[in-house]
């Protein structure tokens, strides 16, 4: 998939939500690293899934916008949009921030990086203790 880095992620991001994750997979260097809220690292998706901490019963995004740079001899591309899903009550959920930075090197994801509101939307859902 030799095409421009943006529509690479976008697939990427495509299949996992599909949870077609063998092709997902296939986009993804040897030794990828994909970093989490919190610093927690893993790398390939099947760490990644049995990592899953289990905060809402399904998640997607709305992917809004791309932003591509060039960084050395790899580039950068910024997914930047927003989060819905539902919580694991089954109430819904939409409008939460998030950006993923991606790093590519020879047509490969070499490194995600993964910030997003979702603990924070969490956090002011709780009641009071």
């Not at 260097?29 to 049995?50: K, N, S, T």
């Not at 809004?64 to 997914?79: H, K, Q, T, W």
């Not at 009550?89 to 090197?105: E, H, K, M």
Request: proline fraction near 4%; charge should be neutral.
């Amino acid at each position: 998939m030799g095409t421009d880095p943006a529509r690479l992620v976008d697939r990427y991001l495509q299949l996992c939500e599909d949870r077609e994750l063998d092709l997902a997979g296939r986009l993804l260097a040897p030794g990828v690293r994909i970093v989490f809220p919190g610093g927690r690292v893993y790398h390939g998706l099947d760490e990644l899934v049995a990592g899953a901490t289990g905060s809402y019963r399904w998640v997607r995004k709305h992917r809004d916008r791309y932003l591509v740079g060039a960084d050395g001899d790899a580039v950068s591309v910024v997914s930047l949009g927003r989060l819905y899903g539902q919580w694991p009550d089954g109430t819904g959920f939409d409008a939460i921030r998030y950006a993923d930075v991606f790093l590519l090197r020879d047509g490969l994801i070499v490194e995600q990086h993964v910030y997003n509101d979702l603990a924070i939307t969490m956090a002011r859902r709780e009641p009071s203790r």
